[in-house]
């Protein structure tokens, strides 16, 4: 069973727009979380984190929301550009458990111009 | 350019070969990764180096065998593979493994070798 959910496979954007794209998980323990961006043919590159004590984290275009009573966290990208259209991963961590990361499926992000 | 560099980038083989994928980290990192992505499944952490010292494994079967002779160079040795483990090979460096309650490191992602088991 996945720890680490991404619901929907795919989403499309107008330029300009924002994106929006959840991630869900299912173990309490998790206080580390971090959203990497993955264009095809190369890997994963690291976006934005966030720690369990804040709910939120800003930078630039890009701010990360975090529920921990509903356990979702989420990617705004604000004006979204074509850019953007990548694969994008959530990845969870127990900070007393290591550095064990434990990633979600993925969400294909399509910019539209 | 992310400072870490994978070769090969496509890998086929049959399931009698054995092979090596290589991974160089230029960025002064102590900590070295293996993740596995099949297709649409997560990425599997498979192994961990930490200062050369391998301090994970993820029930990894015997027929992937890592060897990480320094800090900036980890293998990942193939023998008698399965169709199954047929996936893209992921490594990642960071700066260290973190003790047990530091803040994560984050971690720099090569661009992968593509394996194809016949």
């Known amino acids: 069973d996945q720890q680490v959910k991404q619901n929907s496979p795919s989403l499309s954007v107008q330029e300009g727009r924002i994106s929006i794209l959840n991630c869900d998980y299912t173990?309490?323990?998790?206080?580390?979380f971090l959203w990497y961006k993955k264009y095809p043919a190369e890997g994963p590159t690291f976006l934005i984190s966030?720690?369990?004590?804040?709910d939120k984290n800003e930078d630039g275009r890009f701010t990360v929301f975090l529920n921990k009573s509903a356990k979702h966290l989420s990617l705004h990208i604000v004006p979204s550009q074509p850019g953007d259209s990548a694969v994008y991963f959530c990845?969870?961590?127990?900070?007393?458990?290591?550095?064990?990361?434990?990633f979600g499926p993925g969400t294909r992000l399509s910019v539209l111009p | 350019e992310t400072g870490v560099t994978q070769t090969p980038r496509h890998l086929v083989m049959g399931m009698t070969n054995k092979k090596s994928l290589k991974c160089e980290q230029h960025?002064?990192?102590?900590?070295m990764y293996w993740y596995k992505q099949s297709a649409k499944k997560p990425l599997e952490l498979m192994f961990v180096?930490?200062?050369?010292?391998?301090?994970e494994n993820n029930s990894v079967p015997s027929r992937f065998s890592p060897e990480c002779p320094n800090s900036s160079h980890l293998f990942l040795h193939l023998h008698t593979l399965q169709p199954e483990d047929s996936a893209l090979y992921l490594c990642?460096?960071?700066?260290?493994?973190?003790?047990?309650?530091?803040?994560?490191?984050?971690?720099?992602f090569g661009p992968g070798t593509r394996l194809l088991v016949l």
């Open positions: 990642a460096s960071s700066q260290k493994w973190p003790a047990v309650g530091a803040v994560q490191e984050t971690q720099y």
């Open positions: 173990n309490s323990m998790f206080d580390y």
């Open positions: 966030i720690s369990s004590i804040k």
């Open positions: 990845a969870a961590s127990e900070i007393n458990y290591g550095q064990n990361f434990v």
């Open positions: 960025l002064g990192h102590n900590a």
């Open positions: 180096y930490n200062f050369k010292e391998q301090t």
